[in-house]
């Protein structure tokens, strides 16, 4: 089993920053990835950012440039810094994630609870 708990949202106006943590706890495989998903309102939960253990990043293409997603694997925590906040960024916020048994087969996922960001106009 795997919590994960997070923390950084909140409102900010356009153009702002916030930054996000997960932290892990629990039983942590060494071969993981860890991500970050937003949901907005009305809209399918989308893929923002994931890092692997081995610190391989991925970004949705709406994010490159404007967020910036790191790990501490001594801390098992993930973090996601968020630059030029806009509105269209408003959503719930979640962690996930995905114990492997090897590179390529996944074991399980976890999420976290999500966190509200709010960007205003």
């Known amino acids: 089993q795997v919590q994960l708990v997070e923390s950084g949202g909140g409102l900010v106006q356009a153009g702002g920053s916030l930054r996000l943590s997960c932290a892990a706890s629990?039983?942590?495989?060494?071969?993981?990835?860890m991500g970050w998903y937003r949901q907005a309102p009305g809209k399918q939960r989308e893929l923002v950012a994931t890092i692997t253990s081995g610190g391989s990043t991925s970004y949705a293409d709406s994010v490159k440039g404007r967020f910036t997603i790191s790990r501490d694997n001594a801390k098992n925590t993930v973090y996601l810094q968020m630059n030029s906040l806009k509105p269209e960024d408003t959503a719930v916020y979640f962690c996930?994630?995905?114990?492997?048994?090897?590179?390529?087969?996944?074991?399980?996922?976890?999420w976290g609870q999500g966190t509200q960001v709010t960007v205003s106009s």
């Open positions: 996930k994630m995905s114990r492997f048994i090897t590179a390529s087969i996944v074991f399980d996922d976890y």
């Open positions: 629990g039983s942590i495989f060494r071969i993981n990835a």
